[in-house]
């Protein structure tokens, strides 16, 4: 005969010894549980902040205080553009969350950045308008930025060069000049931030990319584009035919 195999009785539990704990359900799993089982994108904009907010051990509460404080700025870009100041003064918010939101912006815009360091930019230039806008769309001044690239169109380094007001920044072409030269750079893409969110061009604008694309010249280093950033858009000089 064939033995037949029967079923083992359960193990009794040691006094003292808890039961084995159920996996939560989708819908009461707290936000961090919900990542780690679904990805982020299910995830509400409250929720996703909540998960860097570390004041209060309830997590209702958390989510409470996000939510709070997205309206109080506005919106999510607003709330990224806050300083540390107005950003811990909201309740249950601090520095150490402030803090976390800055360091995850950064470590995006070098994700980004090491993206385009293996591509082509003439190729890719949604791949270059991504970029800057993580970079450069929710900075409260004026700022002034450059991608150097090689003889391969890869990009070597993206610098800010000049940091302005709220409405202009001084460029001066011989500081442009002389970090191309010390990057060994053969190409140039510029771009800079209206804080104002419109993105149409001023006639500084372009005097300005004439200005460096003659200086440039001269060291054999030729300017591919100026790319202005506002809020969701990003108008291309070289698109327009400008250059």
Not at 97 to 119: F, I, K, N, P, Y
Not at 164 to 188: D, K, S
Request: proline content about 7%; overall charge positive.
């Amino acid at each position: 005969m064939r033995p037949i195999d029967l079923p083992c009785p359960p193990r009794a539990r040691s006094k003292g010894q808890r039961a084995p704990r159920k996996p939560p359900s989708r819908r009461n799993a707290t936000p961090q549980q919900r990542l780690l089982l679904l990805g982020p994108e299910p995830l509400a904009d409250a929720e996703l902040l909540s998960l860097m907010l570390q004041n209060s051990h309830r997590v209702s509460d958390r989510i409470t205080h996000a939510q709070e404080a997205i309206w109080h700025f506005g919106g999510l870009s607003a709330l990224l553009r806050s300083d540390a100041g107005s950003f811990s003064a909201r309740p249950g918010l601090s520095p150490s969350g402030w803090v976390a939101l800055q360091a995850a912006r950064e470590l995006l815009r070098r994700s980004a950045l090491e993206h385009l360091q293996d591509t082509d930019v003439l190729s890719s230039p949604a791949l270059v308008q991504e970029f800057l806008g993580h970079w450069l769309r929710d900075r409260p001044a004026e700022c002034f930025a450059g991608l150097f690239v090689d003889n391969r169109n890869r990009v070597i380094a993206a610098l800010e060069l000049f940091r302005g007001t709220l409405n202009q920044t001084a460029v001066y072409p011989r500081e442009v000049a002389r970090a191309a030269l010390r990057l060994n750079a053969a190409a140039v893409i510029f771009a800079h931030n209206h804080p104002s969110g419109i993105a149409e061009p001023s006639q500084a604008d372009r005097l300005l990319t004439d200005a460096l694309r003659r200086a440039l010249a001269q060291i054999d280093v030729t300017v591919l584009d100026h790319l202005i950033v506002a809020g969701n858009r990003c108008v291309s000089f070289a698109e327009r035919g400008w250059l």
